[in-house]
């Protein structure tokens, strides 16, 4: 509203004096009981105000917010994130990706929204995307590549997540194909990719990205409590969420470039480098089936080859994959 402006313009200009609620009644022109509302809604939104008596009101912590003028402060991509839609709630930023896409939205196109009503994840699950706690963000690529290969790009935002993590936090996840990037064998990412594709060209593809950075464990609801974690619970600090998806866009950009360039191959050994499920024994649920085996690793096109009892070598396409203990 336009009072919650000027009362926040008050305290950008007060420059971390105190300000009393009469005072700030005059400057913005209204009651201080209204003063006192506006305060309690603040906080709800995740300010943080000291009062002190005699003195008034300063505010202490600002909610974290990933603005575009933030994002793009420092950003170091030719491409990625130049074009940026910052929205504070919404159902999923794929459905506005898809829809931006549809309408023409150039490579590189960026959504991120603080909070996701209702999050997706692969076969219509839901994923957890509370306020301003972690990076819920949809990109939109346009490869000239043909439709099968599209699964490659899911690898490829896996390869850029990890380093990512790795630069902001000094600590190295492991990717479990296709989609899932755990730390101390917990999801702290989720990546979704989908098309938007004619019979034999790629038209556009969605990248969905959540990653879990600053959420403690009680912020999960119980069914994900021992199967989340957070960048935050794993180096026990709060992490910047803008910080990680400026360096996200420029690992991604790169590994993109590099894809284009020289083929999957280059990614492909990266991308070994940090999986988790090479070698074990596990188990993968398939929509044909369900397969038991011995992981081989990933193809020149990063389909996963599974040697059964028998054997015999699956190439599998799409799975959730659970790692035999
Ligand atoms: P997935 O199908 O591999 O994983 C979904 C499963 O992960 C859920 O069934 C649940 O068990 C678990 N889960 C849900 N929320 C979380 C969470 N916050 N942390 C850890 N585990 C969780 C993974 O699908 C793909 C997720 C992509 C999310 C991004 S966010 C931006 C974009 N917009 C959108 O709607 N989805 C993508």
């Known amino acids: 509203s336009e009072l919650r402006k000027k009362l926040i313009d008050a305290f950008t200009n007060s420059k971390e004096e105190y300000l009393s609620g009469q005072h700030l009644a005059d400057l913005i022109g209204c009651s201080r009981t209204a003063v006192w509302k506006h305060i309690e809604e603040l906080r709800k939104e995740g300010f943080e105000l000291e009062a002190v008596r005699r003195k008034g009101y300063r505010i202490t912590k600002t ?47 960026v959504v991120i929204a603080e909070e996701q009503l209702s999050g997706r994840g692969r076969m219509d699950r839901r994923w957890h995307s509370p306020k301003s706690t972690g990076v819920w963000m949809s990109v939109i690529l346009r490869p000239n590549i043909p439709p099968p290969k ?31 990037i755990l730390m101390n064998g917990k999801k702290v990412t989720g990546i979704l990719t989908e098309l938007q594709a004619d019979a034999d060209r790629i038209i ?35 992490l910047s969420r803008a910080d990680l998806i400026k360096i996200l866009l420029g690992k991604l950009e790169n590994l993109y ?58 190439h599998v396409y799409s799975a959730d994959i659970e790692l035999d203990s």
């Open 257 to 314: 470039k590099l894809y284009l360039d020289k083929g999957f191959y280059p990614i492909k050994l990266l991308w070994e480098s940090y999986a988790v499920s090479i070698g074990k024994s596990l188990t993968a649920r398939t929509i044909t089936g369900t397969i038991y085996g011995k992981a081989l690793g990933i193809t020149d096109d990063g389909v996963l080859m599974i040697e059964d009892s028998n054997g015999k070598v699956h």
């Open 63 to 109: 909610p974290e917010k990933v603005t575009p003028d933030e994002i793009r402060l420092g950003l170091k991509t030719e491409t990625l994130g130049r074009n940026i839609h910052h929205e504070e709630s919404v159902d999923s930023t794929q459905k506005i990706a898809h829809r931006l896409a549809y309408e023409g939205s150039p490579e590189g196109t």
């Open 150 to 180: 599209a699964p490659q790009l899911t690898l490829i935002t896996a390869v850029a997540v990890v380093q990512a993590i790795e630069e902001l936090t000094g600590l190295t996840p492991q990717i479990k194909w296709p989609n899932d």
């Open 204 to 238: 556009s593809i969605i990248i969905g990205i959540g990653i879990n950075v600053n959420q403690q464990l009680n912020d999960y609801p119980d069914e994900l409590k021992h199967i989340a974690t957070s960048l935050s619970i794993e180096k026990g600090e709060k």
